[in-house]
């Protein structure tokens, strides 16, 4: 994401609820909001207030307008909304559609009814008024586990101490058990530091495979960014090793070196045969 999204959802950390007006002082600063917030919202990152836009009829609402009164599945504002829109080249925005005693917000609902049941495409867009903006659950798990900066760029430090405060925050809600048996062999031993299990690693795995988009191939690094810490660098690989055994997993070593930096390279697992041990393919 570029400076300013990044910015954007930092700012949103220090609203209440993560949510704001859109209009609100601190979102002031931001150029170009709507195109922020779409394309926030195109990676399911924000949602906001929405109106429609636009719509257009499709086949079934024009077949449903060829029915008798009788058998009409719909209201007469419904039917009426429709047979509107269907007059229309193409596209048509809300405000072109004129109904008698039909008010803004009856003709919104009425719009939502018709494109739920498949009759019309309504296209949406952020509210012109009173729009609201606020962070999605996946924006949360995200920014807690698996945002990593990188490059150079200039924050303030009131958004840097959201980040800090929402981190500290999950941190206290969510305390981590700690164990203090030390592992006896790499086939029984477990994971010493959380009470993370197998099973969960691998879904880890699959997670950040679909996130990253490795085609199945997910660069030993990546798991290192996201358990180390608080696991140590022998328990990812005795934990990888469990896997590979019990055949839900392969390890497979890098052939072109050159895309990678050294110190993703060197998060590989070495062998004594030369060479390491580099890709995860989750079976």
Known sequence: MDTNELKFLLKLLGCPNYRSSLSASGFKAF???????????DRELVDYSREIASVKILPPGNALLKLESAQLPITDQEFKVLEKISKAAGKVSPSKIKVSSLKAPEKEAILKTL???G???????????????????????????DYSPKGAATIRLDLLNNYLRFLRKSLHSKPEEVSTSAPTSRESAAVTIINLTDEEILETIRRLDRELGTDNYLPIFHLRQKLQPPLSREEVDKVLYRLEEADQIELSTLAEPRDYTPEQIDAGISQISGGSLFFITAI
Do not use: F, H, N, P
């Open 119 to 145: 009759l019309i495409d309504a296209e949406s867009k952020i509210k012109k008024t009173k729009a609201e903006v606020w962070l999605t659950e996946r924006a949360l798990e995200y920014l807690r586990e």
């Open 31 to 41: 150029k170009g909001k709507d195109k922020i917030c779409q394309s926030l919202g």
């Open 115 to 117: 494109s739920e049941r």
